[in-house]
């Protein structure tokens, strides 16, 4: 079993602002995450990936009727975490048929297609973890961090989605994903400033929420820095701290 830490580092760091005892569940929801998210890279054809989802529902659905399986290792913890927090199926279930659309969707996407795949896909994960995590905000303030964090990733990953030979960014074909390509550009900054418009002024009272804010106006201030270039973005310095400062203080 990989330990979260190995496979997705950001959200790792962002478990340590929420409490000790649920740090554990919150990896638990993380590492479910990744093994739904990979499908699209792990399987060559379409269908391929949308059957593995479908055994992904038909586990989860054994969840909840009380039948545990043992066919993959998340599946034991996830069933401890979601009757432990009182995680609901439907939650559970909308994070799987969100990524229908890494088999469907085709470039170039519209801004509008482009945000509501980045919301869909982050959003369920994030109600369930700020449930366990004890946050207060409303369902609008986390919907809208949720996706300021899922455009972030779907810019940084931009260059490993070219080699896939895919277009996740709006209004671009594969062959317009390329350093220093102009429409990439203005694709790019045109999605970080809506994002950056969207969190901007929005009252955050849990830690763990706060840090993802930081993480994001961070990322946002960084991309920009960068020239909003996918293909030019270097290692956030000194990351940790500067997470850690801007949260507690």
Known sequence: ??????????????????????????????????????????????????????WWRERVAEIYEGKI???????????????????GRSDVMALIDAREQDFLLEAPLTEEQFLEYARATHAPLLHMKSKIAGAKEKAAAID??????????LVRAAPFHKEQGRALLPELFPTSVAPHN????????????KMDEDVEGLTI?????????????????????????????????????????????
Not at 22 to 36: C, G, K, S, T, W
Not at 144 to 153: D, E, K, P, R
Not at 182 to 193: H, L, N, P, Q, W
């Open 1 to 54: 079993m990989q330990h979260l830490s190995d496979i997705d580092k950001d959200r790792y760091l962002l478990s340590f602002f929420a409490d000790a005892p649920v740090r554990p569940a919150l990896h638990v929801l993380d590492r479910f995450n990744y093994e739904i998210a990979r499908l699209r890279e792990a399987t060559a054809q379409p269908h391929v990936g949308m059957i593995r989802l479908q």
């Open 69 to 87: 399986s043992t066919e993959h290792d998340v599946i034991p913890d996830l069933a401890r975490v979601v009757s432990a927090f009182g995680i």
């Open 144 to 153: 809208t961090f949720a996706a300021s964090y899922a455009v972030i990733g």
């Open 182 to 193: 102009a429409a990439m550009i203005e694709s790019v900054k045109a999605v970080c400033r």
């Open 205 to 249: 009272t849990s830690r763990y929420l706060k840090a993802h804010a930081v993480f994001v106006r961070l990322y946002l201030k960084h991309i920009a820095a960068c020239g909003y270039d996918p293909f030019h973005l270097t290692p956030l310095p000194f990351l940790e701290l500067r997470l850690w400062w801007a949260a507690e203080f």
